[in-house]
């Protein structure tokens, strides 16, 4: 937009081309009914009857023109000229008319009314100017020729002065209204970012958020309540179908808004999640806003804290537990390496050496949570990681255990600690060749790295052809001091899960197509880590 003139983009400028246009073709067509009629020659005694009639057809043929070949001028010059060429036309038509009595002058000062609309400051006033000039000069060459037409230089002044009138008034209500219109934009705008900024905030909430009508379909769902309930989409679905427990808690709240609603599972590998209810009146509609609290990274802090005390607590005592476990683990083995010992004697033995080094384990795995390292992640290719740790693991391999590798396109690398990398994969690749050893004389592991499709994440799944988890096991996997085995800690996964989270990756089970288990790490994006 310039200084003398409202942008002919704009729809509102649009709008007022449109009127214009509008107005001219009416008042060309009313001019030619007037001139096909019978003329009253009373009233035009002082006009040329003949040029008025040529005139009038002019003035509706050229707006005709105009309306085909210039219906959205692009450029203001071609409007000034539009604005000049209906003033002159105009003047024309109040010489031929007979001046001032003819009412061609109030046609003139709506022509200059409506183009100060699009024509500001000195450019409408100019064509104010000229308007005013033509119908003073006008009258007195009209009066030069008929001394009659000298009693209308007073209406020809007061023509001249509304022509200014007029432009000045118009371009005052113009800026007041394109002021508005600013300031409506302005907080339009205002509004819109502020939209934006709510719907990322909603969208980046760790807090799943619903919003359900009457008949529980979806009007709104960020991604943390599709992560939480486990779908990739949600919105305009019957939520009945993904979760009944929800359902069930809302009606329970329905009856009883103030009995707090218990906790729900999604799957029996899914987190466990407190729902919350509020109502929301939309006029006759009755909606619900649900709110959905992970409850697992709760319980998981608990756990923290509780490991910590307790790593605490076992360094503190380590010492003094080791020196008898070291003494109890040492007589154990003489005693195996005793040529006297019987077989029954000597299982016993074997027994309390075992248990000794599985208790000395323990130690060292709780010792680890309470002095691990402070975490140093960096941009990593894992393309190039994961081909140099299947290249190492491989020399360590026995005959009969396998690792295959899988790498998909796309932009594979990530922020994170490589030596806890290490760490993590050592772990999850050991447990899949046990695993898979158990059903199998050839023990395989599959380590397939991608990019996930919807989140473009980088993920490594770790499979195995082995038993697969028991479905009543699923939820405690990554528990703690939870194991299967007589052998094992229960610490394992739990470190593993701990090191990913500590790097803005996550460890999940998956059960495996087909039988057996997937441990798949998605990884944070290379350039979000905070």
Same mark, same amino acid.
């Given at each position: 937009?310039?200084?003398?003139?409202?942008? *002919?983009?704009?729809?509102?400028?649009?709008?007022?081309?449109?009127?214009?246009?509008?107005?001219?073709?009416?008042?060309?067509?009313?001019?030619?009914?007037?001139?096909?009629?019978?003329?009253?020659?009373?009233?035009?005694? *002082?006009?040329?009857?003949?040029?008025?009639?040529?005139?009038?057809?002019?003035?509706?043929?050229?707006?005709?023109?105009?309306?085909?070949?210039?219906?959205?001028?692009?450029?203001?010059?071609?409007?000034?000229?539009?604005?000049?060429?209906?003033?002159?036309?105009?003047?024309?038509?109040?010489?031929?008319?007979?001046?001032?009595?003819?009412?061609?002058?109030?046609?003139?000062?709506?022509?200059?009314?409506?183009?100060?609309?699009?024509?500001?400051?000195?450019?409408?006033?100019?064509?104010?100017?000229?308007?005013?000039?033509?119908?003073?000069?006008?009258?007195?060459?009209?009066?030069?020729?008929?001394?009659?037409?000298?009693?209308?230089?007073?209406?020809?002044?007061?023509?001249?002065?509304?022509?200014?009138?007029?432009?000045?008034?118009?371009?005052?209500?113009?800026?007041?209204?394109?002021?508005?219109?600013?300031?409506?934009?302005?907080?339009?705008?205002?509004?819109?970012?502020?939209?934006?900024?709510?719907?990322?905030?909603?969208?980046?909430?760790?807090?799943?958020?619903?919003?359900?009508?009457?008949?529980?379909?979806?009007?709104?769902?960020?991604?943390?309540?599709?992560?939480?309930?486990?779908?990739?989409?949600?919105?305009?679905?019957?939520?009945?179908?993904?979760?009944?427990?929800?359902?069930?808690?809302?009606?329970?709240?329905?009856?009883?808004?103030?009995?707090?609603?218990?906790?729900?599972?999604?799957?029996?590998?899914?987190?466990?999640?407190?729902?919350?209810?509020?109502?929301?009146?939309?006029?006759?509609?009755?909606?619900?806003?649900?709110?959905?609290?992970?409850?697992?990274?709760?319980?998981?802090?608990?756990?923290?804290?509780?490991?910590?005390?307790?790593?605490?607590?076992?360094?503190?005592?380590?010492?003094?537990?080791?020196?008898?476990?070291?003494?109890?683990?040492?007589?154990?083995?003489?005693?195996?390496?005793?040529?006297?010992?019987?077989?029954?004697?000597?299982?016993?033995?074997?027994?309390?050496?075992?248990?000794?080094?599985?208790?000395?384990?323990?130690?060292?795995?709780?010792?680890?949570?309470?002095?691990?390292?402070?975490?140093?992640?960096?941009?990593?290719?894992?393309?190039?990681?994961?081909?140099?740790?299947?290249?190492?693991?491989?020399?360590?391999?026995?005959?009969?255990?396998?690792?295959?590798?899988?790498?998909?396109?796309?932009?594979?690398?990530?922020?994170?600690?490589?030596?806890?990398?290490?760490?993590?994969?050592?772990?999850?690749?050991?447990?899949?060749?046990?695993?898979?050893?158990?059903?199998?004389?050839?023990?395989?592991?599959?380590?397939?790295?991608?990019?996930?499709?919807?989140?473009?994440?980088?993920? *490594?799944?770790?499979?195995?052809?082995?038993?697969?988890?028991?479905?009543?096991?699923?939820?405690?996997?990554?528990?703690?001091?939870?194991?299967?085995?007589?052998?094992?800690?229960?610490?394992?996964?739990?470190?593993?899960?701990?090191?990913?989270?500590?790097?803005?990756?996550?460890?999940?089970?998956?059960?495996?197509?087909?039988?057996?288990?997937?441990?798949?790490?998605?990884?944070?994006?290379?350039?979000?880590?905070?």
């Amino acid at each position: 937009m310039t200084a003398d003139s409202l942008s *002919l983009t704009t729809p509102q400028a649009q709008r007022i081309l449109r009127l214009y246009h509008l107005y001219r073709l009416s008042i060309g067509v009313l001019l030619v009914l007037l001139i096909s009629s019978s003329l009253d020659a009373e009233l035009l005694e *002082l006009a040329d009857i003949e040029l008025f009639r040529i005139g009038c057809w002019l003035y509706l043929v050229f707006n005709i023109l105009v309306v085909v070949l210039l219906e959205r001028p692009s450029r203001q010059g071609q409007l000034f000229s539009l604005a000049m060429a209906d003033t002159l036309m105009l003047a024309a038509l109040f010489y031929a008319g007979g001046g001032a009595p003819s009412g061609i002058g109030n046609l003139i000062i709506a022509s200059v009314a409506i183009s100060n609309v699009l024509l500001r400051k000195r450019t409408g006033l100019l064509i104010a100017a000229l308007s005013a000039i033509g119908i003073i000069y006008l009258t007195f060459y009209i009066s030069y020729h008929k001394p009659s037409a000298a009693n209308h230089f007073v209406q020809a002044g007061s023509l001249g002065a509304l022509c200014f009138a007029a432009a000045l008034l118009v371009q005052a209500l113009a800026r007041r209204l394109q002021l508005s219109e600013d300031i409506a934009e302005r907080r339009a705008a205002d509004v819109d970012n502020l939209e934006e900024l709510n719907a990322l905030i909603l969208q980046r909430m760790r807090t799943g958020i619903l919003v359900l009508d009457e008949d529980h379909k979806v009007l709104l769902a960020n991604q943390s309540a599709l992560n939480l309930l486990g779908h990739e989409r949600l919105l305009g679905e019957i939520v009945d179908a993904y979760s009944p427990q929800l359902v069930e808690r809302l009606a329970q709240w329905t009856t009883n808004p103030s009995m707090a609603p218990r906790s729900i599972t999604t799957s029996a590998i899914g987190p466990v999640l407190r729902p919350g209810f509020i109502a929301l009146a939309r006029g006759s509609h009755r909606h619900t806003l649900v709110f959905l609290d992970d409850l697992s990274q709760i319980s998981q802090q608990a756990q923290q804290l509780k490991l910590a005390a307790l790593g605490r607590l076992t360094a503190g005592i380590a010492h003094e537990i080791r020196n008898p476990l070291g003494a109890i683990s040492h007589a154990a083995q003489l005693l195996l390496e005793s040529e006297e010992l019987t077989a029954p004697d000597r299982r016993l033995s074997q027994i309390i050496h075992d248990q000794s080094r599985r208790m000395n384990l323990v130690i060292e795995n709780v010792l680890q949570l309470s002095r691990r390292r402070q975490t140093e992640p960096h941009l990593l290719d894992l393309k190039g990681w994961i081909e140099d740790f299947v290249r190492n693991l491989r020399g360590d391999l026995m005959a009969d255990q396998a690792v295959h590798l899988d790498i998909g396109p796309g932009v594979l690398s990530t922020q994170m600690d490589a030596e806890q990398l290490q760490q993590v994969m050592s772990n999850l690749v050991q447990n899949g060749l046990r695993y898979s050893g158990q059903l199998h004389e050839h023990a395989q592991v599959w380590l397939r790295l991608f990019q996930a499709p919807f989140s473009e994440l980088p993920t *490594l799944e770790v499979l195995d052809d082995g038993p697969g988890v028991a479905e009543e096991h699923l939820g405690k996997i990554f528990e703690p001091f939870f194991t299967t085995e007589s052998k094992g800690t229960g610490l394992g996964l739990y470190l593993s899960r701990e090191l990913c989270e500590s790097n803005q990756a996550s460890l999940n089970y998956t059960p495996r197509e087909g039988g057996g288990s997937c441990m798949r790490i998605t990884f944070a994006h290379p350039f979000k880590l905070s």
